[in-house]
């Protein structure tokens, strides 16, 4: 069984910075790209960022140059450097193993709240 465990979210003032982490259990981590996800509400599922299993990233417009996406395959974890933070990053975050700019190939975990706000 695929589970996804995201941490590291949290209230944070704009301009601020947090890091999210993403432990993935039951595949084999190394052979997905992998990505990060965030749904805000009323919103759709977008990725925000994503990662191969080559380490090449990709960002969307909207995070690029602020948020730094990486992975750790020994330990099946990814992470999310989020920088600059403001208002519109506010969502719930998850990962899951890459299968398009809105959805992933595994079950969503219960990802993580990161709120910006002063």
């Known amino acids: 069984q695929v589970q996804f465990v995201e941490s590291g979210g949290g209230l944070v003032q704009p301009g601020g910075s947090l890091r999210l982490s993403c432990a993935a259990s039951?595949?084999?981590?190394?052979?997905?790209?992998m990505g990060w996800y965030r749904q805000a509400p009323g919103k759709q599922r977008e990725l925000v960022a994503g990662?191969?299993?080559?380490?090449?990233?990709v960002y969307a417009d909207s995070v690029k140059g602020r948020f730094t996406i990486s992975k750790d395959n020994g330990q099946n974890t990814v992470f999310l450097q989020m920088n600059s933070l403001n208002a519109d990053d506010t969502a719930v975050y998850y990962c899951?193993?890459?299968?398009?700019?809105?959805?992933?190939?595994?079950?969503w975990g219960q990802g993580t709240q990161v709120t910006v706000s002063s």
């Open positions: 899951n193993a890459y299968r398009g700019i809105t959805s992933g190939r595994f079950d």
């Open positions: 990662i191969t299993s080559s380490s090449n990233t």
């Open positions: 039951g595949i084999s981590f190394s052979s997905y790209a």
